[in-house]
């Protein structure tokens, strides 16, 4: 079993940063392939950024190339999304998710087995 906890949500103005932080704990975490992604409202949950057990593979949605950078600390059990220059378009509930180290750095929402809570980003003009 593994828990995940996000954080580092909040409001920020269009152009702004946001670095979200997810404390993951449980058996073996580190092994574990991570990813984020998010939902706005009204529309269906999306990939955002992934990384494998290792560190060594990255995965971005074009939406957020070259803006958002995922990494892992694996001796503090807790993956980070770093997000600069925030647009509008940013804004939704963002979650944390865990896949079995089979799946690294997945684009697919179905091949993660454990999810976080959400933490919201709002992004304003």
């Known amino acids: 079993q593994v828990q995940l906890v996000e954080s580092g949500g909040g409001s920020v103005q269009a152009g702004g940063s946001l670095r979200l932080s997810c404390a993951a704990s449980g058996r073996a975490v580190s092994r574990y392939g991570m990813g984020w992604f998010r939902q706005a409202p009204g529309k269906e949950r999306e990939f955002v950024a992934a990384?494998?057990?290792?560190?060594?593979?990255?995965n971005y949605a074009d939406s957020v190339k070259g803006r958002f950078t995922i990494s892992r600390d694996n001796a503090k059990s807790t993956v980070y999304l770093q997000m600069n220059s925030l647009k509008l378009e940013d804004t939704a509930d963002y979650y944390c998710?865990?896949?079995?180290?089979?799946?690294?750095?997945?684009?697919?929402?179905?091949?993660?087995?454990?999810w976080g809570q959400g933490t919201q980003v709002t992004v304003s003009s």
């Open positions: 990384i494998s057990w290792s560190g060594g593979t990255l």
């Open positions: 998710a865990a896949a079995p180290p089979s799946y690294s750095a997945s684009y697919y929402a179905r091949e993660y087995v454990y």
